[in-house]
């Protein structure tokens, strides 16, 4: 049996494809639960577990501080890789809870397959723990070759390394999208004539605190949005690198004085961000899935602010300073015909064919090995 952490909307979307690869070839799997996913005012998100059939074990992780999360995520996963011995554990990317989940499994003996590690966010605390977690993981499924690369740069062995792809390109590719007005439908609101799809994360490794940051963004979007009114955003909420409750109160004034224009809502879910971005002028912000995925739907991105430096992107990425000024001339950018035709190329750099069968056979062959 394999376990597979999740602890976020993000890290579960990017999963599933994954995991429904695993059990066609009859690979047993316990998906553990924590931290954000089962937080209410994060939006319940192990909710979109239970819906797409799963069972997941919760694991309450979310303490008051960060240091508090990352105690609990240790001693908590600690206490059920002793008590079930699973096989191998699924660890995606660089959250600091998951640094949590791989020191228990190590103490415990239990094999680590680590999924997006070598790649670089320099603007971010992830950066250090991404690579905290390659250096205890066996296991190693790197999205391109100049993440390969890197980890054989940090003493990895090649051996344990396999190029696979992003499976959130793969995601972008193959999942049925909605149409505008399923959209709609689902968020229950008329979308705007031409929206932005936004999210703004703590910038970890930046002087400038996280609230200034996210004023500084709205302004942009609303300098923006005045010049051109038929222009409009969906927000989702920030993860909890930091106290969320601040910039979440930030945004829903900003929807609250632009109530045609700007949706917030704490998560999208994989299918409905997806779509939205299929459908929107760009994605905006500085979320990963900005620079990862979003490419290779032939859509342009908004990278905002440091914390996402030093990662590989498409053409289609366009870098701006956290700054109002910054992001609504950026914006005007993004939206030219030029970048438009340069993102329609779909040109990504973090494209393989079948991501999901790569992984599983590099899975199936290290458990062999075990």
């Avoid at 908590?76 to 600091?96: C, M, Q, S, T």
């Avoid at 829903?252 to 109530?259: G, L, M, N, S």
């Avoid at 979320?287 to 590989?312: F, H, K, M, W, Y």
Wanted: negative net charge; glycine residues 8%; contains cysteine.
């Amino acid at each position: 049996m394999i376990a597979i952490a999740t602890s976020t909307r993000a890290d579960w979307g990017l999963l599933t494809p994954l995991i429904a690869e695993l059990a066609r070839h009859g690979i047993p799997h316990t998906i553990l639960a924590s931290n954000m996913h089962l937080l209410p005012e994060m939006g319940m998100t192990v909710d979109e577990i239970r819906a797409a059939g799963e069972d997941p074990v919760e694991i309450p992780t979310a303490g008051n501080t960060i240091s508090e999360t990352l105690a609990e995520s240790t001693r908590k996963h600690g206490e059920w890789f002793a008590a079930n011995k699973p096989d191998a554990v699924i660890i995606l990317g660089d959250r600091y809870e998951m640094l949590g989940v791989a020191s228990a499994a190590t103490v415990n003996g239990i094999p680590i397959i680590h999924i997006a590690g070598g790649t670089v966010s320099e603007g971010a605390m992830d950066n250090a723990i991404r690579n905290a977690i390659s250096q205890l993981a066996s296991l190693h499924l790197a999205e391109t070759d100049k993440c390969a690369a890197r980890l054989e740069g940090m003493g990895i062995g090649k051996e344990n390394i396999v190029v696979t792809g992003a499976i959130g390109v793969w995601n972008a590719l193959n999942v049925p999208l909605m149409a505008r007005e399923e959209l709609e439908e689902s968020l229950g609101r008329k979308l705007p004539e031409k929206f932005f799809i936004g999210t703004l994360h703590a910038a970890t490794r930046d002087s400038v605190s996280p609230e200034k940051q996210m004023k500084e963004f709205l302004a942009g979007i609303e300098g923006f949005m005045e010049a051109r009114p038929i222009y409009g955003a969906i927000l989702t909420y920030p993860n909890n690198d930091t106290d969320p409750a601040p910039l979440i109160a930030l945004l829903r004034d900003f929807e609250a004085r632009h109530p045609d224009k700007i949706i917030v809502v704490p998560s999208l879910g994989m299918r409905r961000y997806l779509s939205a971005v299929a459908l929107s002028e760009g994605v905006i912000g500085n979320s990963s899935s900005g620079i990862v995925e979003v490419a290779s739907l032939g859509v342009p991105t908004l990278d905002v602010g440091n914390r996402q430096n030093g990662r590989e992107r498409a053409v289609s990425v366009i870098h701006c300073d956290a700054t109002q000024g910054a992001v609504a001339m950026s914006l005007s950018v993004i939206t030219a015909p030029m970048i438009k035709k340069v993102a329609a190329k779909k040109a990504n750099p973090y494209f393989r064919p079948n991501t999901p069968a790569i992984m599983a056979e590099a899975i199936m062959l290290r458990l062999k090995e075990l």
